[in-house]
């Protein structure tokens, strides 16, 4: 049950195990609810459990046991047949992404690639974002970028170019593929160099999310990342199927039904979350009474 933790980095854990064994007369939770007490796994590992669940650490443990929070996220609960192997464990996945921060306004952004550019051939200026092909939409030829700035959303601030010659700001640069940036107007006498004053600071962030993992070897696996402002009838929490975030169909001709609706899928197709998803030889997952709850489906019944 261990969790791997990033560089400098220590989640919190907002999901405690339990245990529920002889048809749900006797539940081993993680934690004494009375004292905070953490139950050894050892007291566990032995038992064939009916039920295994990830179940939202309450406020009277958070505050007794570090390291914990408590969260309004769905308890998860897995049925399991007489002869599953359970997977059961918690994962750490860690993941560094870049932000930004405005020197202007302070505003701190993740920016994603947009930009205005201009057409070397028609000078055409239009704004750009990378899922769209780099043509001009004006003469239909293509367009090199050299340079991107990232801009703040709020402000609209964005790093500015400074000619000592000219001495002033230039709204155009001129800039070379060896990150050279030069002044267009200088350009025809002297190759001179531009000043840069950046307005937009980059910035690493690192998140280290503790995933819940619940599943049946060789059969299905369940991989749960909660949100701050989870709500189990809204898309604030995810579950993640075999490490895919959908379910994705791998044999023509599968029958699935969603909500009780019943399809037949081919290869290739993707289905999302619903309150409800049963799929024969994987699982049956249902939303009831506040809970998640998942059960094997070897033989394609309920």
């Known amino acids: 049950m261990d969790v791997d933790q990033g560089p400098g980095l220590t989640p919190k854990l907002v999901y405690m195990w339990a245990v529920v064994t ?8 993680q934690y004494n609810l009375d004292t905070g007490e953490e139950t050894s796994w ?32 769905p308890s998860v609960i897995l049925e399991l047949n007489p002869d ?11 993941t560094r992404t870049t932000s930004y921060v405005c020197q202007d306004c302070g505003a701190v952004f993740v920016w994603d690639g947009n930009c205005d550019l201009e057409c070397g051939l028609c000078g055409h200026e239009f704004h750009w974002s990378p899922d769209m092909e780099l043509i001009c939409p004006e003469c239909k030829n293509p367009v090199k970028i050299v340079y991107r700035a990232a801009v703040c959303p709020k402000c609209g601030a964005k790093d500015l170019w400074y000619c000592d010659v000219c001495k002033e700001f230039k709204a155009t640069q001129l800039h070379l593929a060896n990150n050279e940036c ?27 999310e503790t995933h819940y993992v619940l599943g049946v070897r060789g059969q299905f696996e369940i991989e749960m990342v909660p949100f701050d402002k989870s709500l189990v009838d809204d898309i604030s929490w995810k579950l993640v199927f075999m490490g895919r975030p959908h379910l994705v169909i791998e044999y023509d001709d599968t029958y699935i039904e969603i909500n009780g609706k019943p399809l037949t899928l081919a290869k290739g197709d993707i289905v999302t979350l619903g309150p409800e998803i049963r799929a024969p030889n994987e699982f049956v997952i249902k939303v009831q009474d506040g809970n998640i709850r998942v059960k094997g489906d070897d033989d394609g019944t309920d």
Not at 42 to 61: C, F, H, N, Q, S
Not at 182 to 199: Q, T
């Open 84 to 94: 599953d192997i359970p997977v059961w464990t918690r994962r750490g996945v860690y």
């Open 22 to 29: 002889e048809d749900g007369n006797s539940a081993y939770p």
């Open 42 to 73: 050892a007291k566990v590992a032995g038992l064939k459990p009916d039920y295994l669940m990830w179940t939202p650490i309450p406020r009277e443990i958070s505050h007794k046991v570090a390291g914990t929070a408590t969260l309004p996220v």
């Open 182 to 208: 030069r002044c267009p107007d200088c350009e025809p006498i002297d190759k001179h160099g531009l000043i840069r004053h950046k307005k937009v600071k980059p910035q690493n962030m690192d998140l280290l």
